[in-house]
């Protein structure tokens, strides 16, 4: 079973976060930058887990991950606000803030007048773009937010796949990849050239099951069960090639996940009214009525656009903030300063409304219980690390999802992707 280190000050850490298309026409790695010392590792697979909340670890043995810690450490990773799948696994793969990504999900459109739900652009490479730029290989089974960024069907030294399904159908891609075997990609099949130096696979069903019944469903513990034996499969592949003692694992997750039972948007909606403003809560492709005053946009958190005649009015701003802040399980919310101090994105709302755990800022949920992600409460994921080039049980201090990409390419021994903010895991990583 996972023993893990947490992370000391997670709670301080939100507001202190250090400031910081196709292929192949990458321009992904700076010509100033030195040259990186010898490899690590000669491969590093990387293992997204879709809804990973660090309160699942220890609920269940985890006999192949727990090998893999002896091998390194598992601690605990500070994600990135939104904490919403697409900017999250952004951040993961560019190693740069949703300041500078810019991939952001559930906000009001203002040359569209609609809303936008989750979308996969990008305004920076990839990790995926640098180790291409650099003669490496890649390829992902359906970590899809390197798709065109990196990795492409029918791209042998790039290759991506999506099979759907389960974890394990997933996994077999890796497995085949690692093994010489072809696989579909697209609508054909293909063979990498050799193993690839960066492999990506990424599995959902946590977080399926955390949306559906929240972060206690009885069904997570036997789902932990099954992804730890996806990953005994990854791992035996490398024995199995020879490959196991100059691989690199890196496992993690998105976001976390926080149950629900009640909604409370008519209570915001009333509260902004009693303030002298008319808001409208806007599902994704939606546009506002002719008179609303403000939108709110949900996904976990709500962002708050100012429209029509209260557009650009700070005095709109100031009222509406104090009319939330009053309102009843209403955690936070955070002003353009405050959103400027987390890297959050610049398109989110004048305001961001974060709701206190146990609520959403929609309705009740269907089947009386449900899970959300997108808050502060999201943020804290497992980080493993092991293998080639990891020192054992040395933890890394306070890392982030902004850490992960610049680390990876440190271990292969390549440039970072040129838009990263984090920093190496130097702590942690053989010299």
């Not at 023993?3 to 000391?8: D, F, I, N, Y």
């Not at 879709?50 to 450490?73: A, C, H, M």
């Not at 990609?185 to 929240?214: F, N, Q, R």
């Amino acid at each position: 079973m996972i023993r893990t280190l947490r992370t000391l000050g997670r709670v301080t850490a939100v507001l202190a976060l250090p400031l910081l298309t196709s292929l192949p026409a990458y321009a992904a790695v700076p010509d100033s930058l030195p040259a990186q010392a010898a490899p690590a590792a000669d491969h590093v697979i990387f293992i997204g887990l879709d809804g990973f909340d660090y309160d699942y670890l220890g609920e269940v043995p985890t006999p192949n991950i727990d090998q893999l810690v002896k091998r390194g450490s598992v601690t605990e990773s500070t994600g990135v606000m939104q904490s919403i799948t697409n900017p999250s696994w952004s951040s993961i793969a560019t190693g740069a803030w949703p300041e500078r990504h810019l991939n952001t999900a559930y906000v009001y459109d203002p040359v569209s007048h609609s809303a936008r739900g989750q979308e996969r652009d990008l305004a920076v490479p990839t990790i995926a773009e640098a180790v291409r730029a650099q003669g490496g290989t890649v390829m992902s089974s359906q970590w899809f937010i390197v798709q065109n960024h990196g990795t492409a069907y029918g791209d042998p030294e790039g290759i991506y796949t999506q099979p759907g399904g389960d974890c394990s159908r997933r996994v077999e891609d890796i497995v085949k990849v690692i093994k010489g075997e072809p696989v579909k990609s697209g609508a054909i099949m293909v063979t990498a050239p050799k193993i690839p130096d960066l492999m990506a696979v990424y599995c959902d069903a946590l977080d399926a099951i955390g949306h559906e019944g929240g972060d206690h469903d009885p069904r997570i513990p036997g789902a932990l069960a099954d992804l730890d034996a996806q990953i005994g499969r990854i791992v035996q592949a490398t024995k199995d090639a020879d490959i196991f003692g100059r691989t690199t694992f890196v496992i993690t997750g998105d976001h976390g996940m926080t149950t629900f039972t009640k909604g409370f948007g008519t209570q915001v909606i009333d509260a902004i009214a009693k303030a002298g403003y008319k808001a409208e809560l806007l599902g994704t492709g939606k546009t506002p009525m002719p008179d609303t005053d403000a939108v709110i946009v949900v996904g976990g958190i709500g962002s708050l656009h100012l429209v029509g005649a209260a557009k650009n009015d700070p005095q709109a701003v100031a009222k509406i903030k104090a009319a939330l802040e009053a309102t009843p399980h209403v955690s936070k919310v955070f002003d353009k300063a405050a959103q400027q101090a987390m890297h959050m994105s610049p398109r989110f709302g004048e305001l961001v409304i974060e709701p206190e755990p146990g609520w959403s800022i929609g309705g009740d949920p269907a089947g009386g219980v449900a899970g959300r992600h997108g808050a502060t409460t999201e943020l804290h994921i497992p980080l493993v690390l092991s293998g080639a080039g990891v020192l054992p049980g040395v933890h890394p201090v306070d890392p982030h999802h902004v850490d992960i990409a610049p680390t990876i390419a440190a271990l292969l021994g390549i440039q970072p992707p040129s838009g990263a903010q984090g920093r190496v895991l130097s702590e942690s990583i053989r010299d």
